[in-house]
């Protein structure tokens, strides 16, 4: 099974919500990813878990706050986002971080208004 | 090939027929390499992959070949479907990537791929 699942699959939310998106995969893998996509652009790389710590932050903005409560989840609380915070955000995970294949979740299309 | 503004080069053939996907890559460091298929409004799907310490891998239908002389990447998917319609992205991975955090992938600018039946 290398299935990576990621919730809600849509989200509208304001600029002054506060929302989190959630990244599930149970394949045992210790390394997890957040990345950001825009239309017609590739992924680019926000942040990396680790054995369950912040190994790399992208210097993304703190309106961004990642969390990793146990090896099998991988959260991304939104605060106080802009519209040009509007894309795909993909979760993907791999046994490690070193030269390792990432797998990738379906995403979350996060639109603000 | 190379994407300019908000344009992704893209490659039209027949179904049926064979295709090349190239990527170049910049970091001559880099000794793993991914291919990933992007349907639209999904996540990128892993393809096929390739370690530098070979330059050619055969999956089902596809190919991948490696050239580290003129760090060059390609992807042959043979006899393409509709169902390959899609855009492909080639990953990179170093060990020198992301100053000195080992292991992340750098993802090429992308190659849409369309089908005509």
């Known amino acids: 099974d290398t299935e990576v699942t990621q919730t809600p699959k849509h989200l509208v939310m304001g600029m002054t919500n506060k929302k989190s998106l959630k990244c599930e995969q149970h394949m045992g893998h210790r390394a997890m990813y957040w990345y950001k996509q825009k239309a017609k652009k590739p992924p680019e790389l926000m942040f990396v878990y680790s054995y369950e710590k912040l190994s790399i932050n992208e210097s993304v903005p703190s309106r961004f706050s990642p969390e990793c409560p146990n090896s099998s989840l991988l959260n991304l609380h939104l605060h106080a986002l802009q519209p040009e915070d509007s894309a795909l955000y993909l979760c993907?995970?791999?046994?490690?971080?070193?030269?390792?294949?990432?797998?990738f979740g379906p995403g979350t299309r996060l639109t603000v208004l | 090939g190379e994407s300019v503004g908000l344009h992704l080069p893209t490659l039209s053939v027949q179904e049926g027929d064979n295709s090349i996907i190239n990527c170049a890559y910049s970091?001559?460091?880099?000794?793993?390499f991914i291919w990933y298929k992007q349907e639209s409004g999904k996540g990128p799907q892993f393809i096929i992959d390739?370690?530098?310490?070979?330059d050619k891998r055969q999956g089902q239908r596809v190919t991948v070949l490696l050239n580290k002389t003129v760090k060059h990447l390609s992807l042959q998917i043979a006899a393409t479907q509709p169902g390959d319609s899609a855009v492909y992205f080639c990953?990179?991975?170093?060990?020198?990537?992301?100053?000195?955090?080992?292991?992340?992938?750098?993802f090429g600018k992308g190659t849409k791929l369309s089908v005509k039946p």
């Open positions: 990953a990179e991975n170093s060990l020198m990537n992301y100053g000195g955090s080992q292991g992340n992938l750098i």
């Open positions: 970091n001559s460091a880099s000794d793993y």
């Open positions: 993907a995970s791999s046994q490690v971080v070193r030269e390792d294949t990432q797998y």
């Open positions: 390739i370690r530098s310490n070979m």
